[in-house]
């Protein structure tokens, strides 16, 4: 039987190289995009390109409503995922704190409690981070929160809510590792694998024309997360690298 992955902002950049790699290895591919026309129209190409399967779902993750409503969708469907890689994120000056905190953090975190019931024992989750997030680049208060190792999911959640620094991004991505660290150890009975991955700087709409990796590359690192068989770490390229 075929393995299901879900994809979140799977309609371009590396999300949708993502998409297209496991539909050619023989995935049936859920792209989870917040704008139904633009799922749609990504789907049908990656079918065209691929001879794959793949299908669209509206899955906004900065709205609770709508993974809500995508996870019951699937359910109804009796569909079961395998791998959720959360690579939905925003960067820049067109993303207020707010916004680019409740993408790239509360979006991966949301989306989690939303497929959990419906993710299988031995599934993975990739949680797509950057270089930018890294614990070094990271000013205090929020620093010594995410270098406690024994801080709770409640209290990143709070340390991330009372963020008013500014460089959201790389609070985002910092807490995504953090959050990752965290749940791993939650999710191992049900050996569920959860790793932050960082796809490096990568020539898309958000990386920009000058960035050194191709798509390609960039869904390679993120795609090591998809077949990891280790939990809880922050990767490029399929190495660890310091958080
Ligand atoms: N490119 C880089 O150099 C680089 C480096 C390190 C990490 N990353 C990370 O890699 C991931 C993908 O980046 P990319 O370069 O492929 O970016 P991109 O080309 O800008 O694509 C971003 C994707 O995220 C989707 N998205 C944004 N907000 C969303 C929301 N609320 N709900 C659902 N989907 C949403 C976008 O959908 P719409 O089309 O609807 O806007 C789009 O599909 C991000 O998490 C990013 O932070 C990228």
């Not at 996870?71 to 925003?90: E, F, P």
């Amino acid at each position: 039987m075929a393995k299901t992955a879900l994809v979140t902002g799977g309609n371009r950049g590396i999300g949708q190289q993502v998409a297209r790699v496991l539909a050619t290895e023989g995935w049936d591919v859920l792209l989870g995009t917040r704008d139904k026309q633009k799922g749609d129209a990504a789907a049908a190409r990656l079918r065209k390109d691929t001879g794959g399967r793949l299908k669209a779902i509206e899955l906004d993750v900065t709205s609770d409503a709508s993974c809500t409503t995508a996870a019951g969708k699937l359910r109804d469907g009796a569909i079961r995922i395998d791998a959720l890689v959360n690579n939905a994120g925003v960067y820049g000056r067109s993303s207020s704190t707010a916004q680019t905190l409740e993408t790239n953090f509360f979006g991966p975190l949301r989306v989690i409690d939303a497929m959990l019931p419906l993710l299988r024992d031995g599934a993975t989750i990739t949680n797509v981070t950057s270089g930018l997030g890294a614990l070094a680049n990271i000013d205090e208060p929020l620093h010594g929160v995410l270098a406690d190792p024994l801080v709770t999911r409640e209290q990143l959640v709070a340390a991330v809510r009372a963020y008013d620094g500014t460089d959201a991004y790389g609070a985002s991505k910092a807490a995504l590792n953090a959050l990752t660290r965290i749940l791993a150890p939650e999710l191992a009975p049900r050996q569920i694998k959860i790793n932050a991955t960082d796809p490096g700087w990568v020539r898309t709409d958000m990386g920009g024309r000058g960035a050194p990796r191709s798509v390609e590359q960039g869904a390679a690192s993120v795609l090591a997360g998809v077949h990891a068989t280790w939990s809880g770490a922050v990767m490029r390229d399929g190495k660890r690298i310091a958080p």
